[in-house]
T-cell receptor, first 117, second 121 residues
Framework: AQKITQTQPGMFVQEKEAVTLDCTYD???????LFWYKQPSSGEMIFLIY??????QNATEGRYSLNFQKARKSANLVISASQLGDSAMYFC??????????????FGTGTRLLVSP | EAEVAQSPRYKITEKSQAVAFWCDPI?????LYWYRQILGQGPELLVQ????????DSQLPKDRFSAERLKGVDSTLKIQPAELGDSAMYLC???????????????????FGEGSRLTVL
């Protein structure tokens, strides 16, 4: 079973508009972390935002916010006031496990965002 | 700002040849990861090191891939012989502190290098 599901292969948004990128996850762990990374055409993965499973507030980082709905196991990324430079691939990822064992990030298949003028 | 260094950025090779990628993580980062990203897909973990020890290589095709981190600092990923299906981006990442020891407020995020793009002809 897929651990991380991103159902939107591509999304289009106009500059200055807001956009939501969907992510659902599957885990039986109580403690886990959810990440969003941006990958421009240059290839580097850039960390955007993090949400811990015990965090009560939705995470925010500048124009990025994470709409965390634990019961639905969803962790959607919201980008407000889109900019042309936001055009890139966006990956949702999950780290399972709390304080024991060796943890790794499992990534979804990504969503390509294109911002138009 | 400290970065994860990778080389080469691009590599073109013929099938059955050997190829090697090098990664230097952020200083002090105990955990190092090699991910493979096939075009149009998300990264998949190949191998994870904690200091010099391999802690997860369950997805590493061990008949042709090898990885080492001899002194617990930089790392080399080798493919021999290369096959057409190995064409991909090879991403190195590091994190700190060690997994399982995240202090409060630390996300344990991975810091990635720019990747090494391999084309096998």
């Amino acid at each position: 079973a897929q651990k991380i599901t991103q159902t939107q292969p591509g999304m289009f948004v106009q500059e200055k508009e807001a956009v939501t990128l969907d992510c659902t996850y599957d885990t039986s762990d109580q403690s886990y972390g959810l990440f969003w990374y941006k990958q421009p055409s240059s290839g580097e993965m850039i960390f955007l935002i993090y949400q811990g499973s015990y965090d009560e507030q939705n995470a925010t980082e500048g124009r990025y916010s994470l709409n965390f709905q634990k019961a639905r196991k969803s962790a959607n990324l919201v980008i407000s006031a889109s900019q042309l430079g936001d055009s890139a691939m966006y990956f949702c990822a999950m780290r399972e496990g709390g304080g024991t064992g060796f943890q790794k990030l499992v990534f979804g298949t990504g969503t390509r965002l294109l911002v138009s003028p | 700002e400290a970065e994860v260094a990778q080389s080469p950025r691009y590599k073109i090779t013929e099938k059955s040849q050997a190829v090697a990628f090098w990664c230097d993580p952020i200083s002090g980062h105990a955990t190092l990861y090699w991910y493979r990203q096939i075009l149009g897909q998300g990264p998949e973990l190949l191998v994870q090191f904690q200091d010099e020890s391999v802690v997860d290589d369950s997805q590493l095709p061990k008949d042709r891939f090898s990885a080492e981190r001899l002194k617990g600092v930089d790392s080399t990923l080798k493919i021999q012989p290369a096959e057409l299906g190995d064409s991909a981006m090879y991403l190195c990442a590091s994190s700190n502190p060690a997994p399982g020891q995240l202090p409060t407020g630390n996300t344990g995020e991975l810091f990635f290098g720019e990747g090494s793009r391999l084309t096998v002809l």
